[in-house]
């Protein structure tokens, strides 16, 4: 499967962005998948992720009550709505996808095989 990553950008503290991820097979029941992000000079950071059968996504405690993943199965994409950005949010987020993750290696990111290409989100006044 392929991913592309879009919707980063430059928003200011307290600002909302929506990042979109499309698939370019069916992912939703047959796919885990989640958002990382990657400050510079640092490794890979689970956002969130959703397993292969659906059902609540999962959140890293640093964007709980901010962040929300939902999947359009019929488009084959999945959205990471990003409320209430903080300057500590500036990265460069990826979508990533497996066929075999297990729900208790979603926040590793080993543990997929397909990732898009990213897309920079700076918060910033």
């Known amino acids: 499967v392929q991913l592309q990553a879009s919707g980063g950008g430059l928003v200011q503290p307290g600002g909302s962005l929506t990042l979109s991820c499309v698939a370019s097979r069916r992912t939703y029941g047959a796919y885990g998948v989640a958002w990382f992000r990657q400050f510079t000079g640092k490794e890979r950071e689970f956002v969130g992720g959703?397993?292969?059968?659906?059902?609540?996504?999962i959140y890293a405690d640093s964007v709980k009550g901010r962040f929300t993943i939902s999947r359009d199965s019929a488009k084959n994409t999945m959205f990471l709505q990003m409320n209430n950005l903080r300057p500590e949010d500036t990265a460069v987020y990826y979508c990533a996808a497996s066929p075999t993750i297990i729900t208790s290696r979603l926040r590793v990111p080993s543990a997929y095989g397909y990732w898009g290409q990213g897309t920079l989100v700076t918060v910033s006044s």
């Open positions: 959703i397993n292969r059968s659906g059902g609540t996504p």
